[in-house]
């Protein structure tokens, strides 16, 4: 199946630092989400991009759909330690494909 | 409020033994998924569901099955052929299986170990 390669697999900064991680896959998709999860929790909707280009924000956090379809970055400024979790992208192909995960972005943030 | 319920939050399981996950939406989604989640890894996919009576394989069903009776419910049962049943195990739902915009939403997890 498709398959989404993430980037860096775990990040340690230090509070106040920006954050910036990325995702990429092998064909193009139409969508991509950006979620976090929280230690034993599900993972929660952070951004969805639509059209190639788009750059969206979410308070702190902007995320950007590649030019190519092929890819899509996550930043962070400005981290507080509650940035802590895993970040997973989300890419779907075409419409009524299934979702594709990548393999998550483990944040620490040392106060 | 509206959302994805899953219990319990914690779940032990006996060699040999079947148990059954919970996952409850009020969302009026017609889709519901259901992955499953190693230490330090990303979400597989073990069924789908997108519409009542009707339900997919995902990339890891073995060992698994699912029914979907009622649009709110999709439960999950962890079958004793599951020979490693240990993980977090997440439900989800969106609005439709068929559109180009997809959004899932997730319930809190269900921690499976066994005894």
């Known amino acids: 199946g498709q398959q989404l390669n993430q980037s860096p697999q775990s990040m340690f900064i230090q509070e106040g630092e920006d954050v910036s991680m990325n995702c990429t896959s092998s064909?193009?998709?139409?969508?991509w989400l950006w979620y976090k999860q929280d230690p034993g929790e599900g993972p929660v909707l952070l951004i969805a991009?639509?059209?190639?280009?788009e750059l969206t924000s979410n308070g702190r956090l902007t995320a950007q759909f590649g030019i190519t379809r092929k890819d899509s970055f996550l930043n962070i400024s400005a981290s507080i330690p509650s940035d802590v979790g895993i970040y997973f992208c989300?890419?779907?192909?075409?419409?009524?494909?299934?979702?594709?995960f990548g393999e998550g972005t483990q944040l620490t943030v040392n106060p | 409020d509206g959302g994805i319920t899953q219990s319990p939050k914690y779940l032990f399981r006996k060699e040999g033994q079947n148990v059954t996950l919970s996952c409850e939406q009020n969302?009026?989604?017609?889709?519901m998924y259901w992955y499953r989640q190693d230490p330090g890894q990303g979400l597989r996919l073990i069924y789908y569901?997108?519409?009542?009576?009707?339900?997919q394989k995902g990339d890891i069903a073995e060992g698994y099955s699912v029914s979907r009776e009622k649009k709110e419910s999709f439960p999950l049962t962890v079958t004793s052929a599951q020979k490693n049943p240990t993980a977090f195990y997440l439900c989800?739902?969106?609005?439709?299986?068929?559109?180009?915009?997809?959004?899932?939403?997730f319930g809190s997890g269900t921690q499976l170990s066994v005894l």
């Open positions: 569901s997108q519409i009542v009576n009707d339900f």
């Open positions: 969302l009026n989604h017609d889709a």
């Open positions: 989800a739902s969106s609005i439709s299986h068929r559109t180009t915009n997809e959004k899932l939403f």
């Open positions: 991009l639509y059209k190639a280009g």
């Open positions: 989300a890419g779907q192909e075409t419409s009524g494909s299934r979702l594709t």
């Open positions: 064909s193009i998709f139409n969508t």
